[in-house]
């Protein structure tokens, strides 16, 4: 099994930041790609960020400039710096990993439970 585990979501007036985390455990043998993806009530979950295990970063143009996604490849982490945010970020956001597990010959996509961000204007 692997277990991806957000945290850092909060509530935050507009203009101000907050860095969201995303824990990997279970049984990896690697993790590809992992990205950042959000919901908002009625709205279809989108892409905000992606990044490759080789640190190459992809960005939803509404966050480029004030998202930055990060990771840590030795501690199983993925990071969101969130700035300058806006009320429209206001979502409830998923961490998600194209994972290789231990003995499988194909990686599968995971995803965490999702942690709420909200902006107030």
């Known amino acids: 099994q692997v277990q991806l585990v957000e945290s850092g979501g909060g509530l935050v007036q507009a203009g101000g930041s907050l860095r969201l985390s995303c824990a990997a455990s279970?049984?990896?043998?690697?993790?590809?790609?992992m990205g950042w993806y959000r919901q908002a009530p009625g709205k279809q979950r989108e892409l905000v960020a992606t990044i490759t295990s080789g640190g190459s970063a992809n960005y939803a143009d509404s966050v480029k400039g004030r998202f930055t996604i990060s990771r840590d490849n030795a501690k199983e982490m993925l990071y969101l710096q969130m700035n300058s945010l806006k009320p429209e970020d206001t979502a409830v956001y998923y961490c998600?990993?194209?994972?290789?597990?231990?003995?499988?010959?194909?990686?599968?996509?995971?995803w965490g439970q999702g942690t709420q961000v909200t902006v107030s204007a």
């Open positions: 998600n990993a194209d994972v290789l597990r231990l003995g499988m010959p194909y990686s599968l996509f995971y």
């Open positions: 279970g049984s990896t043998s690697s993790i590809n790609s």
